[in-house]
T-cell receptor, first 115, second 111 residues
Framework: DAMVIQNPRYQVTQFGKPVTLSCSQT?????MYWYQQKSSQAPKLLFH???????NEADTPDNFQSRRPNTSFCFLDIRSPGLGDAAMYLC??????????????FGPGTRLLVL | RKEVEQDPGPFNVPEGATVAFNCTYS??????FFWYRQDCRKEPKLLMS???SGNEDGRFTAQLNRASQYISLLIRDSKLSDSATYLC????????????FGKGTKLSVIP
């Protein structure tokens, strides 16, 4: 089945130790997103790629970076994780075809714990 | 005013009950509207899109009132499996890829 896959599902890191979360998709969607979701809060968009074009949200800290080497893969790099970065990180995809362009399909998420 | 506002709940209802969730949005230019469902510690999943004329999918009915900037979701004959958080989601549409999420309304269906 076509899907959005995130690895790892759970990640434990130390304060200040860089960490990379990965996302891959078999949907061949041209738009990919990274969200941060903390407990009892709405998902917060960090950035998105439209094809290779990177779009950063204004309030996304510089500590968060992203790479999209090809259509299928997208990475979230947290350069120096702080305790406040502990959250669920959700990858999503969408396509700009037809009326479903805004429908986003989410991966299962990576839950990050910072010690 | 928050961009997308929902009653956080929780709504605790018995099986078979009818329950309604409401959502208001602040951007009058918004074009696309959705309800997503999120189970505990899982990812959001699209439940249904909301159309101007209102739409129904089985036990679920969504309504949109553009004049009042208000969206609703009605669940009839609640099942235990309906227990989840329901997220109201709004997009400017017109080629924008931004979704604005509400914080969600938590529903617990009780046997």
């Amino acid at each position: 089945d076509a899907m959005v896959i995130q690895n790892p599902r759970y990640q434990v890191t130390q304060f200040g130790k860089p960490v990379t979360l990965s996302c891959s998709q078999t949907l061949n969607h041209n738009v990919m997103y990274w969200y941060q979701q903390k407990s009892s809060q709405a998902p917060k968009l960090l950035f998105h790629y439209y094809d290779k074009d990177f779009n950063n949200e204004a309030d996304t800290p510089d500590n968060f970076q992203s790479r999209r080497p090809n259509t299928s893969f997208c990475f979230l790099d947290i350069r120096s994780p702080g305790l406040g970065d502990a959250a669920m990180y959700l990858c999503a995809t969408s396509t700009n075809v037809g009326v479903w362009e805004e429908t986003q399909y989410f991966g299962p998420g990576t839950r990050l714990l910072v010690l | 005013r928050k961009e997308v506002e929902q009653d956080p709940g929780p709504f605790n209802v018995p099986e078979g009950a009818t329950v309604a969730f409401n959502c208001t949005y602040s951007n009058s230019a918004s074009q696309s509207f959705f309800w997503y469902r999120q189970d505990c510690r899982k990812e959001p999943k699209l439940l249904m899109s909301v159309y101007s004329s209102g739409n129904e999918d089985g036990r679920f009915t969504a309504q949109l009132n553009r004049a009042s900037q208000y969206i609703s979701l009605l669940i009839r004959d609640s099942k235990l499996s309906d227990s989840a958080t329901y997220l109201c989601v709004v997009s400017p549409g017109a080629g924008s890829y931004q979704l604005t999420f509400g914080k969600g309304t938590k529903l617990s269906v009780i046997p």
